[in-house]
């Protein structure tokens, strides 16, 4: 009798465990750090040490009321999670009127404008699931919806103030390993007045000759002449309620040996009463629909889809804890998830 694994993810979350503001005339700095540490049980027989965590140094130099130049680097445990150790490590400069020019190491504006889905249980399904890395599935998997070509390479983003217009982003990106270079764009408009509030968001992304590119840790290495991503999302508010559906579309132009590309596609509602949080979220993963062969021996790849629920309840316990409960379904592993976030 096949066995059905069942996976159990024990959290304890220190979040901002240690944060620090120093302000000197026109001089800002600040630090910031938090972590987590866990249990992952992916068989009956064996269970794993796990650790989430997160840090941030920034530095702002204030020119007027409206101008300041700045600096960021971070750091986490899902780029060390794929051997990188810089997320983030770019200067800045923004303007209230304008908006906001960045150039070095950091994500797309595809993906700092996209809309992720619905989720009180800190899982981290919108960006490098903890969930998928740690269940170990055997199959190809895109575990979230919002586009992506990395953060490895030196990128120039530009994106404008919020208006009653929306916002628009540009990226260009080039000079690393993965590709030869990548112009993403997006745009994000806003309805925030009255009781149902809602928000929209389309990106768009180019890469060139994708090499040994690897989205996460849990995905396959893509090797193509081009990857091109379209990204949608959709939030809605209504006083406690949020509903929210976003879906991300990859197309590889002649991949070599096993693809990634494909559909990934969710829908999520979460509810807040008082102390109280619940939320429901479905993902659908499929890939390689285009009947792709290998660009070398010409064999067919196979494609994969993976079904995956969650269902999370949250307590706040006073403004800086809370604690949760998860449990849900990814492909045939179910799994649950319990721990406690703190911080200040």
Not at 163 to 182: C, E, H, I, P, R
Request: proline share 2%; with cysteine; glycine share 8%.
């Amino acid at each position: 009798m096949k066995k059905i694994s069942f996976a159990v993810i024990c959290f304890t979350f220190i979040s901002n465990a240690y944060a620090l503001d120093y302000e000197n005339g026109n001089w800002k700095f600040k630090f910031d750090a938090d972590g987590m540490i866990g249990t992952l049980q992916p068989k009956e027989d064996k269970s794993e040490f796990i650790n989430d965590w997160d840090v941030k140094l920034q530095a702002f130099y204030r020119l007027n009321a409206t101008q300041r130049f700045g600096a960021i680097y971070s750091i986490d445990a899902a780029c060390v999670d794929d051997k990188e150790y810089i997320h983030d490590a770019f200067v800045l400069f923004e303007d209230r009127n304008y908006g906001r020019a960045e150039f070095g190491l950091t994500h797309s504006i595809a993906r700092k404008m996209g809309l992720g889905l619905p989720d009180v249980g800190y899982l981290r399904i919108n960006n490098k699931s903890i969930l998928h890395n740690k269940l170990n599935l055997k199959k190809v998997l895109i575990s979230d919806t919002t586009a992506t070509s990395g953060h490895d390479a030196m990128r120039l983003n530009l994106a404008t103030q919020q208006t009653k217009y929306g916002q628009y982003g540009l990226s260009v990106a080039g000079g690393g390993d993965d590709y030869n270079y990548a112009i993403d764009a997006a745009f994000k408009f806003k309805i925030p007045n009255g009781k149902l509030k809602s928000a929209y968001s389309v990106a768009l992304s180019y890469m060139d000759k994708p090499n040994d590119y690897e989205e996460n840790s849990y995905s396959p290495h893509v090797n193509a002449d081009w990857r091109a991503q379209v990204a949608l999302g959709l939030n809605i508010q209504y006083n406690s309620w949020i509903f929210g559906t976003s879906a991300r579309l990859i197309y590889d132009e002649n991949p070599i040996h096993k693809t990634a590309d494909g559909l990934v596609a969710g829908t999520g509602i979460s509810y807040d009463l008082l102390q109280y949080s619940l939320s429901g979220t479905y993902l659908f993963s499929d890939t390689n629909l285009w009947n792709h062969h290998d660009k070398i021996t010409g064999a067919k790849m196979s494609g994969d889809y993976v079904h995956t629920f969650i269902g999370s309840f949250r307590y706040k316990y006073s403004e800086h804890t809370s604690m949760f409960v998860s449990g849900g379904l990814s492909d045939t592993t179910p799994f649950i998830a319990v721990g406690i976030k703190t911080g200040f």
